[in-house]
């Protein structure tokens, strides 16, 4: 709808949401943007399942896949400038069904929270590059899948 041209002649736009550690009823504006874009980021660890009691004879997903989870940890501190408002999280772990049986695959998904462009692609290019070689470190393989949910509403600079 944008696109088409449902904004022209608006030089404004003001959003609402509810934000539980306000009082009720509070009103509060502040100039520029307030909530960040949503990128989602899926990451799927692939091995060889088999069975818990020859662990020896598969590729474990799920312990390639909770070193790459640790390893993510380090990008926000590591190379995005401290002055940059981005966040990382990892919210879903999930691998198996069964207690004694590995699985063929792992998968984690969460989101990046980010109002500057540039810092959205270094973290893209982090995440895809710690996850695809932290894996192949265990003889697996990581599919990383980035979807951006909002187009970008603000490019917000990079801090001098």
């Not at 989602?40 to 662990?55: L, R």
């Amino acid at each position: 709808m944008v696109e088409e041209g449902c904004m022209k002649g608006i030089d404004e736009v003001y959003g609402y949401h509810n934000i539980p550690n306000f009082d009720e009823g509070d009103i509060r504006v502040c100039e520029g943007p307030f909530f960040a874009r949503v990128t989602v980021v899926e990451i799927t660890v692939k091995g060889q399942g088999g069975h818990g009691s020859a662990p020896h004879k598969l590729r474990d997903p799920i312990t390639a896949a909770s070193m790459v989870h640790q390893a993510l940890n380090s990008i926000k501190s590591r190379n995005i400038d401290s002055r940059q408002n981005i966040v990382f999280t990892i919210c879903n772990f999930s691998a198996g069904h069964t207690f004694n049986v590995f699985p063929d695959e792992a998968i984690m998904k969460g989101t990046i929270r980010s109002y500057c462009d540039a810092t959205l692609e270094v973290m893209k290019t982090r995440i895809t590059k710690i996850a695809t070689s932290v894996a192949e470190g265990f003889d697996c393989e990581a599919v990383v899948n980035l979807i951006d949910m909002y187009p970008s509403v603000c490019n917000a600079p990079e801090p001098t």
